[in-house]
């Protein structure tokens, strides 16, 4: 019997890892696209913005049980006035009062919930007896006003301590 001269079998090469298939391309890419969006939103969520600040600062005066219906009105339309200056341009708010400051309360709303609602007690609650306001109806108002501001990022304090003056021996 005769050998055949046949070669040895040659095997392919190994498959390698690099570079690697289409799926995992997409995959990574998918992977960076959802991390970036997750530090974006959680970023974002974490932004301290007037709208937020204002709405802590209306629970707690909403809480507060020391102050009179009168005080509370003031501080009020205090931190609605703030609240405007810090998220429009200050010429716009500034000098209004009276009508004037009601019905620019109006237009974020659509509604005329300040100049012909509750929101009028802002505007004549000193003249009114005392306890003449519904306060709940009022703050619900104030809250929702709040909520249609324009989203207005505060600005991050400098951590500095004061200066304090040079004395002289």
């Not at 009601?102 to 659509?110: F, I, M, N, V």
């Not at 000193?126 to 619900?140: F, K, Q, W």
């Not at 301590?161 to 004395?167: F, L, S």
């Amino acid at each position: 019997m005769e050998t055949l001269p046949l070669r040895d079998i040659h095997l392919p090469d190994p498959i390698s890892w690099w570079p690697p298939a289409i799926g995992w391309w997409i995959v990574s890419v998918a992977a960076v696209l959802l991390i970036a969006t997750a530090i974006w939103l959680i970023r974002r969520w974490r932004q301290v913005t007037v709208a937020k600040l204002a709405l802590r600062e209306l629970d707690a005066l909403q809480k507060d049980s020391t102050l009179g219906m009168t005080e509370k009105l003031r501080r009020l339309s205090i931190l609605l006035r703030r609240a405007g200056l810090s998220a429009y341009p200050r010429e716009d708010v500034a000098g209004l009062t009276g009508e004037g400051w009601l019905e620019w309360l109006d237009r974020p709303l659509g509604t005329p919930r300040f100049s012909r609602g509750v929101g009028r007690a802002l505007l004549d609650a000193p003249y009114r007896p005392v306890g003449d306001a519904d306060m709940d109806r009022l703050i619900t108002l104030c809250r929702d006003w709040l909520k249609a501001l324009p989203r207005t990022v505060v600005p991050p304090r400098k951590n500095s301590a004061p200066q304090q003056a040079a004395t002289e021996p």
